[in-house]
């Protein structure tokens, strides 16, 4: 059975680089059939894909947080990981990383999510 | 102000049967696939509906999807308590600002 798992650090604080880490287990990240996402949601709110790689690394972001997001993938270690730079308040949500099955943004395995608070 | 257009709120009572719309553009919903995701209270979003109604293992045949044109729709019967949560549609926008697009999410409550 695949699984997912965030991990990263909890807290932020403003204008830093909010960091996080998807490790997948039961299954290959190098498949040529999916990608890898990462989608957040605000608390109370709504999810909001932030964007998806290829195993190979091709990425894929979302325009409004282009300029502040990378993406890359370990294939080595079987993960991928997201890095969202200057961060405020806005960006506090819950992260998930999860599979896109068909490249369409159409997810069928996702992580617990990691809540990510940035404050000071 | 989500790309993709959902009911705040639906309701109705066990055994009944209810449906969610998700109306978009021709730039998203009309042009690509649909999915569908239920969200229960603490958990992750779980697919439902993929390539606008085709159901993942697992998944009972009492949720459906369909699309037409530019909207696209939930369909639950025999609806349980165990149904209360909230549901999404997704799908790709390839539009100058391509990318993955969520509904706002419509709250499910089973009376």
């Known amino acids: 059975q695949l699984q997912l798992q965030e991990s990263g650090p909890g807290l932020v604080k403003p204008s830093e680089t909010l960091s996080l880490t998807c490790t997948v287990s039961?299954?290959?990240?190098?498949?040529?059939?999916?990608?890898w996402g990462w989608i957040r949601q605000p608390p109370g709110k709504g999810l909001e894909w932030i964007g998806s790689?290829?195993?190979?690394?091709?990425?894929y972001y979302n325009p409004s947080l282009k300029s502040r997001v990378t993406i890359s993938v370990d294939t080595s270690k079987n993960q991928f990981s997201l890095k969202l730079s200057s961060v405020t308040a806005a960006d506090t949500a819950v992260y998930y990383c999860?599979?896109?099955?068909?490249?369409?943004?159409?997810?069928?395995?996702w992580g617990q999510g990691t809540l990510v608070t940035v404050s000071s | 102000q989500s790309v993709l257009t959902q009911p705040p709120s639906v309701s109705a009572a066990p055994g009944q049967k209810v449906t969610i719309s998700c109306s978009g553009s021709?730039?998203?919903?009309?042009?690509?696939?649909v999915s569908w995701y239920q969200q229960l209270p603490g958990t992750a979003p779980k697919l439902l509906i993929y390539?606008?109604?085709k159901r993942p293992s697992g998944i009972p045949d009492r949720f459906s999807g369909s699309k037409s044109g530019t909207s696209a729709t939930l369909g639950i019967t025999g609806l349980q308590t165990g149904d209360e949560a909230d549901y999404y549609c997704?799908?790709?926008?390839?539009?100058?600002?391509?990318?993955?697009?969520f509904g706002g999410g419509t709250k499910l409550t089973v009376l």
């Open positions: 997704g799908t790709w926008d390839s539009s100058l600002s391509a990318g993955g697009v």
């Open positions: 790689i290829y195993y190979s690394g091709s990425t």
């Open positions: 390539d606008n109604n």
């Open positions: 039961g299954g290959s990240i190098s498949s040529s059939s999916y990608y």
């Open positions: 999860a599979r896109d099955h068909s490249g369409t943004t159409s997810f069928d395995y």
């Open positions: 021709s730039s998203n919903i009309g042009n690509n696939y």
